[in-house]
C-alpha cells in the first residue's frame, strides 16, 4: 500500500502561481510512475502530469497540453515528495488537484492505483 497526502490548498489571481506538495509513505518504492490529476466541478478527472523512474532516479516527465510550458513536476526523493509548481495560472486551472501513484506508465485515471485525497486550487479571474 502506498498513502498520498496533498498539501498546498489555494486561492490565486490569474497570472498567480502556486506549489502543490504530495507527501508520499508506505511501499514508494513499488510504484513507477506519480502523477497528478484534476477534476473540474461536472467534468471527468483529467490527466495533468507524470514523472516516472523510481524514487532514486531522476525520473523522465510528461504534460496534457493544457499545462505544458505552464507547469513543472519534480520530486524531491530524499523526502518521499511529489511537487507541482503551477505558474501563469488561469481561471480555466480551477479544480480539484489529485496526486496519484501506478505500478506502470500512463495517462489513463485506470492506470494509477494509488490516490490522495484531493486539494482545491481556485484561480481568479
Known amino acids: 500500500q502506498v498513502q498520498l497526502v496533498e498539501s498546498g490548498v489555494g486561492l490565486v489571481q490569474a497570472g498567480g502561481s502556486l506549489r502543490l506538495s504530495c507527501a508520499a509513505s508506505g511501499r514508494t518504492s513499488s510504484t513507477y510512475a506519480m502523477g497528478w490529476f484534476r477534476q473540474a466541478p461536472g467534468r471527468e478527472r483529467e490527466f495533468v502530469a507524470r514523472i516516472t523512474g523510481r524514487w532514486w532516479s531522476s525520473g523522465s516527465t510528461y504534460y496534457s497540453d493544457s499545462v505544458k510550458g505552464r507547469f513543472t513536476i519534480s520530486r524531491d526523493n530524499a523526502k518521499n515528495t511529489l511537487l507541482l509548481q503551477m505558474n501563469s495560472l488561469k481561471p480555466e486551472d480551477t479544480a480539484v488537484y489529485y496526486c496519484?501513484?501506478?505500478?506502470?506508465?500512463?495517462?489513463?485515471?485506470?492506470?494509477?492505483?494509488?490516490w490522495g485525497q484531493g486539494t482545491q486550487v481556485t484561480v481568479s479571474s
Open positions: 496519484a501513484a501506478s505500478q506502470v506508465l500512463g495517462v489513463s485515471r485506470s492506470d494509477y492505483d494509488y
